[in-house]
Structure formats: C-alpha cells, structure tokens
C-alpha cells in the first residue's frame, strides 16, 4: 500500500508527524525542526537536537510520550498567519524561518496547533490528536539539511500510523520480511560483494562469490544477443567533454556527472552513459542500407554522480555495469528490432521466473522546456511511432508524461517486487535525435544518405541492481545454474571418506561443476547447517556406503530428505537440470 497516495492515510501520516515532533519537544526542549514529510511507506521528520544522536533506544520513550499526547485527545487547530506574525511566532528557529523566507511575499501561512505544540504545516490535518492511536516509529538515520552534505546532519526518525492494529501490524510484518530479503544482509551473508569508505562510497567491490555470479549473468545475456546477431564492444570508461557536448548529455545531464577533469588541456568525464561512444563506433565507417540493422552491445562501466543519501547496496551506486545496446536501423525495422527486443526481455524473464511485471511507455512533457531536446515534429513522430509499435504487439501499456529521456521516448517494464515498491527493469527507447547531433549516415537504394534511427536497450538494466533485485527476489536462493557454489561435499569422517570426497570433487571440477569440500574438524550436524544458511543448492554427505557403492547421498536446500545417486547418474542430473536452468 501506497500511503502518499491514499488520501486517508495520507493525512493520518502527516499528523502523526506533527504527534512525534509533539513528543520529541516535550523530552529535548530545545529541539528545531526543518520537515515532516508523509513517504510511500510512512512519514518521517528532520530534527535538530544539537549535539545528540538519536539510536534505536531513544524511539521507545519517544513513542510512550506519542501515545501519552494522544490519549490526552487535544484538539488540533488550523491557524493563518501574516507574514509577520509567522516569523514572530517561530523567530527562535531558523528552520522555519527559512522555510518562510522562501513563501510568497503576500502568501497566507498556516500553522497547525495542538496543546502547547504549533507548527508550520499547509494542512489539512485530522481533528484531535487521539486519532493517531496505531502508530510506530520505523528508524532513526543521519540527513543533510536541505539534502546538501556542505549542511548539518539532522536526526531523521521515520515512522508509520494506520486506522486500526490490523493494519499496522500487517505493515510491521511486512517490514520485517522486507529486512529478510534486504540484498544488502543477503550480500553480506553469501559473500557477494563489500563496501569500504576507504575506496569510496557507493563503489562496491565484488566478492568471489559475487564476481561468480556476476559472470554467469553477464555470460547468459552476452550468448542470448550473440544468437540475435548483436556486436559486442568494448569502449574506455571516460570520455572527452566535448563528445558529451555533441551529443547534449553536457547541457542536460551535467549535473549527474562527476566533475570534469583536466589532463595536457583536455577536458574528460567520466563516462555517465554509452550511446555516444556507439554512435561514434557507427559513424567510423560508411554504411549501406544493406548493413542495417546494426546493433552494438556493450557490458559497460559507468559512473554517476548520487548523493550519499541516496545511495543503496548495489542497487543504487556511484559506478555500474549496464547491459548495453544501440541498434542502428532504418524507419521501416523500427518494428521489427523493437519486437526482438521485446522478445528477449520476455524470454529472459521466463527463463529467470521472472512474473510480476507491467510495461509503460514513457514520454515528454511538452512544457518542459529545459529537460527535454526541443524539437516538436521529433518527438510527435517518436511518440507516435513507438505507440503504434507497442498497439501492433498487442502490448498493454500505460502511458507516463515526463518520464522519457532527453532525447526520445521509451519503453520501461516495471517490475514488482515480493517488497517494496516497483523498479524499472529493463528499458527500450526510441531515438531520432543522437544520430542526427552526430551525423550518422547510412547509403540508401536509391544512392541518397538517410539518418539511421537508434534503438536504445538495456535487458538487465544494470547487472548491479538486477543481482540486488534477484537476491531479493529469491531470498538468496539462486537456481542452481546461478549459484556461486552448486555442490557442497561434506565426508562423513575425514580419515575414511576424504579421499573419495576429493576425487568427487574432481569429477564434478572436469565437468564445469562449481563444487566445495568441506573438511573441516567440525560436527557433521554443524557442517550441513551452514551448508543451508550459505543457500548452496546441493549438500552432499558422503559416508561409508556412498564410498563402497561408487554414489552420492545428497539433500536440496531446504530440504531434510536424502536422495542416492549413482556418482556418474547425479553428474549427468546436475547437467541437465544446470542446462534446462531448474
């Protein structure tokens, strides 16, 4: 449930931030505040509280003081203020003296208040402060003001109210399943990837385990586009400002950059995206209309700039790999290339049990002027084009204005998560501007030179967030053709079964298994436990029996049953359900 766009809700939210910002003057008298907004899943407010730093711990007075206020069931009154009046009343904080400064000259201030407790709000809020009885703060974290790191760090509590128990703990369990399925804890647990300040924020750093997987995605997309006649390249990681310059990135898109970088009077970037380097890879040699199309792909490293309060895991980072494409066609493959491309989204989703999905066709708002490249009859034959395209496959879309990027319109799939709110997945956009900023040119039938158009694609979007999505999705429970590790052998007794133990080990390594031995001086018990918390697919227990009858006992994750096997019939049972990705 969205909370931020049920009216209901939406308003109960808002004035349990009021009741916590209520409760938090009462226990730190001399508290400033700056916002309260409500958020998809909730609200939260940013407090000034000097020098102290709020945990976990604090939330529990915080919230007794909440629900003594409300049960004192005090009115809450709407107050309009003069410009005048409102910086008397909050002259003792700057916060909302700010907040003022910014308004209207002439404009009417409101002022929500409830007992001894007022506050800058625009409202509406609800009657009295017991109707915020099913609340509970979420979490507590560190927020720049106004978002800005040269600002002071504010304590922000996050928090949630419904109508009634059921509800509130329905959300609370949620929440928790949420915490299970976080990539971040997944990620740590399995190995996949780290952090370090010292590297740099938003920079992770990829594990075995994690470069394992990575590998396996990126080889699985790589063979899926090599059959569909996709070029791979390679290009470098930066690039000269002025490519950015030619291709308009520079004039809308700066400002998710990082800075620009001076070397024997050059001026570089590094690389926020990749078309410009495709389109120069195209524009390197004389085209027929015979060539087209041409699609260029690319796993490329990218980099942007994201605000440290922005940044999450590996699903929101400083430097990614997309799962790149430029395919360079003619008006009349438009079709045809936007359909392939549809074909292996939904071919890759089946296969990766992918379900929950739904597609919207993003596109300009015509009254930005600043965002979008300006050009009118451009983006109608777009906009039109990739209509008429999604209407003649029989795709359901909706439509979103404001949503396309700077240079054309696009096809998102969102994808629902088992948590959370929808994520953009895979993207394909249409584009009748970057060839012509570059000049592109292709020779047609008749001897003239044309304007290619380019379809931008990216299946995975970044490899990065698709393996956050995933080890959410899957709890970390990876298909056995995914998993880092596929086979775990435990020996019974390490002086009796080891030496079988490792020439099973052998096998499976001669047949492209990815397979561990675990010999350690442990319990039996202990061993097949961690095998289950580490989600390998397969544990192996291999005692006497298995060693005289050349075989294998094995058990699945998450399953106590044990299954035999001749050694040579399970190779062949791991190959095949590896193939068909069971």
């Not at 003057?25 to 505040?33: E, G, N, Q, R, V």
């Not at 070397?263 to 060539?291: A, K, Q, T, W």
Request: charged residues 30%; negative net charge; contains cysteine.
């Amino acid at each position: 449930m969205n909370i931020k766009e049920n009216e209901e809700l939406n308003v109960l939210n808002h004035s349990c931030a009021h009741l916590l910002a209520h409760a938090v003057k009462h226990l730190y008298p001399d508290a400033k505040f700056w916002v309260g907004p409500v958020i998809d899943d909730g609200f939260y407010y940013d407090i000034d509280l000097g020098d102290k730093s709020l945990t976990l711990d604090d939330l529990g007075p915080i919230e007794k003081e909440m629900k003594k206020i409300s049960k004192s069931d005090k009115r809450i009154s709407r107050l309009e203020l003069s410009r005048d009046e409102a910086l008397e009343m909050f002259k003792n904080d700057p916060y909302k003296i700010d907040i003022i400064n910014e308004l209207e000259q002439d404009a009417i201030i409101s002022a929500y208040k409830q007992d001894d407790f007022i506050d800058l709000c625009r409202g509406p809020h609800m009657p009295t402060t017991k109707s915020m009885k099913y609340f509970k703060l979420i979490k507590v974290s560190g927020a720049y003001y106004k978002g800005d790191s040269n600002n002071k760090v504010l304590q922000r509590i996050y928090g949630v109210c419904f109508t009634n128990e059921e509800d509130l703990e329905k959300h609370l369990k949620a929440l928790e399943e949420a915490k299970e399925r976080d990539h971040r804890k997944i990620g740590k647990e399995l190995g996949i990837y780290m952090m370090s300040d010292l590297v740099g924020k938003g920079l992770p750093m990829y594990l075995p385990n994690g470069f394992l997987l990575w590998n396996q995605l990126e080889n699985y997309i790589r063979n899926k586009e090599l059959k569909r006649g996709y070029l791979h390249v390679q290009t470098p990681p930066l690039g000269n400002v002025e490519l950015y310059k030619t291709s308009g990135h520079w004039d809308h898109y700066r400002d998710d950059m990082f800075p620009k970088m001076e070397v024997e009077g050059e001026e570089f970037v590094l690389r926020p995206m990749n078309c410009p380097h495709h389109m120069v890879i195209y524009g390197n040699d004389i085209h027929s209309y015979r060539d087209l199309p041409i699609r260029i792909a690319e796993i490329a490293r990218d980099c942007r700039y994201e605000s440290s309060g922005s940044l999450k895991g590996i699903e929101r980072v400083r430097t990614f790999c997309q799962n790149d494409c430029h395919i360079f066609c003619t008006l009349e493959q438009v079709e045809s290339e936007f359909k392939g491309v549809v074909d292996l989204i939904l071919e890759c989703y089946k296969e990766l049990g992918i379900n929950n999905y739904r597609f919207e066709l993003s596109l300009r708002d015509p009254e930005d002027k600043v965002k979008y490249h300006q050009d009118d009859v451009m983006w109608d034959k777009a906009e039109n084009m990739l209509r008429q395209v999604l209407n003649d496959l029989g795709i359901d879309y909706v439509e979103k204005i404001g949503e396309a990027a700077f240079y054309g319109p696009k096809l998102d799939v969102q994808v629902k998560p088992a948590v959370g709110n929808e994520i953009t997945l895979s993207t394909c956009q249409l584009d009748f501007c970057l060839p012509a900023k570059f000049d592109l040119k292709y020779v047609d039938a008749d001897g003239s030179k044309k304007t290619p158009v380019v379809i931008h694609r990216a299946v995975f979007g970044s490899i990065d967030r698709f393996i956050a999505y995933y080890l959410e999705e899957t709890k970390g429970v990876l298909p056995l053709w995914l998993s880092p590790v596929q086979l775990n052998i435990i020996p019974v007794n390490n002086e009796y079964h080891l030496d079988y133990c490792m020439e099973l080990k052998k096998l499976f390594e001669d047949n492209d298994i990815r397979v561990s031995l675990d010999s350690r001086d442990e319990k039996l018990s202990y061993k097949m436990r961690e095998s289950q918390t580490k989600k390998i697919p397969y544990t192996l227990i291999i005692g006497d029996k298995e060693k005289e009858s050349n075989s294998v006992s094995y058990r699945l994750h998450g399953s106590n049953d044990t299954s035999s096997l001749d050694k040579n019939e399970f190779v062949k049972l791991i190959l095949d359900n590896i193939k068909n990705k069971k």
